[in-house]
């Protein structure tokens, strides 16, 4: 059974800092293609950053310079990295796997607020 299990979420203000983490079980994440996900109140999900299996990666604009996605292998875990948070990377974040079958988290919440 596959299981993505995030973490790492909270509350922080605004220039702050977060790490998510992504634990994955039933699946070896280096053979997917990996992601974060987020969803804000009324609006659709929108990718916000990608890694595919050689390790390349790509990110939404709005999280360009930022936000940085890693994956430890030996840890069968992926990290969203997010600095210099902003009120609008309020969201549900989720992690994202795909090959043959696409999986997905169930979210953290992400709220940046003072």
């Known amino acids: 059974q596959v299981q993505l299990v995030e973490s790492g979420g909270g509350l922080v203000q605004p220039g702050g800092s977060l790490r998510l983490s992504c634990a994955a079980s039933g699946i070896i994440v280096s053979f997917y293609a990996m992601g974060w996900y987020r969803q804000a109140p009324g609006k659709e999900r929108e990718v916000v950053a990608t890694?595919?299996?050689?390790?390349?990666?790509n990110y939404g604009d709005s999280v360009k310079g930022r936000f940085t996605i890693s994956r430890d292998n030996a840890k069968n875990t992926m990290y969203l990295q997010m600095n210099s948070l902003l009120p609008e990377d309020t969201a549900v974040y989720y992690c994202?796997?795909?090959?043959?079958?696409?999986?997905w988290g169930q979210g953290t919440q992400v709220t940046v607020s003072s």
């Open positions: 994202n796997a795909n090959y043959f079958k696409t999986y």
């Open positions: 890694i595919n299996s050689g390790g390349s990666t």
